[in-house]
């Protein structure tokens, strides 16, 4: 995942004298920061950075991050929404210009993984000025006005539909979708909201699309519900256990994931036992992208790193094992 890069010191040198907005508005930035984890460790995909609240910036929304996310003029009633109007496409051309950068750089090396938010995560980060742990605007809306959640949800899909296939058009190799908060929510309001939400950003890609990897944060009672709304791959977080969601998922989906991130302190040789027992667990899966369950820790020594990826690597069997 693109976080790989923030315990780089190469990467830090960068961000000392950029701010986050400047590194993913700048295309030759955005493909060098990329490219950064890729040229120390070697791994089979590389993820374009950017992020996935970028298309908000370009639609009237006015989004700082200090550090994380926040908006000074978030979505709160129709009229909010009604001005939540621009050009989706200039907001992320310094992103689709990165990865039209690393498909030339990488030819055949690498995959080139663009990647969008899901409509609900898009909505969280919307809907409050700065995102609090338990979603209070957008989990309030949902009870309170469920008919304006749709409205708010519909738009959401579309912004994430057509930031997905810009980059697609640009070359991205695979989509991965993060829904990092459709953990809050229990089935049934999974699939009344953030599910139906994100089956129809899938209905609007291309009939030839690239594959598409759906991560959810903290879901292991969704791990159902996110195969069945339509992706290639599920990416699964460190608490799912990998072969019980491989027997209960079936040949219905592929999977990616899922160590530890903290595991990267381990020595080497624990390490290595560790992703050993990751490829075992997923040897049953229709197919297994090995990751972490989560993105790379700003304090994970590159030792630990080398250790993951070469692990991984030495371990190819002729069912291709791959990391990203």
């Known amino acids: 995942m693109r976080q790989a890069g923030r315990c780089l010191p190469e990467y830090r040198e960068i961000a000392a004298r950029t701010t986050f907005l400047e590194r ?14 890729h040229r120390r460790f070697g791994m089979d995909g590389v993820v374009v950075f950017s992020d996935i609240i970028l298309p908000l910036t370009g639609l009237g929304l006015d989004i700082d991050f200090a550090p994380g996310p926040v908006v000074a003029n978030p979505i709160e009633s129709p009229a909010d929404l009604a001005r939540l109007d621009g050009d989706v496409a200039a907001a992320m051309a310094p ?19 663009g990647f969008a938010g899901a409509p609900w995560t898009l909505a969280a980060y919307a809907s409050e000025e700065r995102l609090s742990r338990d979603l209070v605007a957008l989990s309030s809306l949902s009870y309170r006005d469920p008919a304006f959640l749709d409205q708010l949800l519909d738009r959401m899909a579309w912004i994430s539909a057509e930031s997905a296939r810009l980059q697609i058009d640009a070359g991205a190799d695979v989509i991965q979708f993060f829904d990092t908060w459709a953990g809050m929510l229990a089935p049934p309001r999974y699939e009344r ?24 944060r903290a879901a292991t009672h969704l791990v159902d519900a996110l195969a069945d709304v ?20 079936g040949k219905r989906v592929s999977l990616q994931g899922n160590l530890d991130p903290a595991a990267l302190t381990a020595p080497r040789d624990e390490i290595a036992r560790l992703v050993g027992e990751l490829i075992e667990s997923g040897r049953s899966a229709r197919g297994h992208i090995v990751n972490l369950g989560h993105g790379v820790q700003p304090h994970s020594p590159l030792s630990g790193i080398a250790a993951f990826v070469e692990s991984v690597q030495g371990a190819k069997t002729p069912a291709r094992v791959e990391t990203q």
Request: with cysteine.
């Open 24 to 37: 993913c508005r700048d295309a030759s930035l955005a493909s060098e920061l990329a490219l950064q984890p």
């Open 95 to 113: 992103t689709c210009a990165a990865i039209r950068t690393l498909r030339s750089e990488l030819g055949d090396s690498a995959a080139v993984i």
């Open 193 to 216: 909201s953030a599910g139906r939400a994100l089956r129809s950003v899938l209905a609007e890609l291309p009939d030839e699309r690239p594959p598409v990897i759906l991560y959810a």
């Open 230 to 249: 339509g992706p290639d791959v599920v990416s699964l977080d460190w608490r799912v256990d990998l072969a019980a969601a491989s027997r209960r998922i």
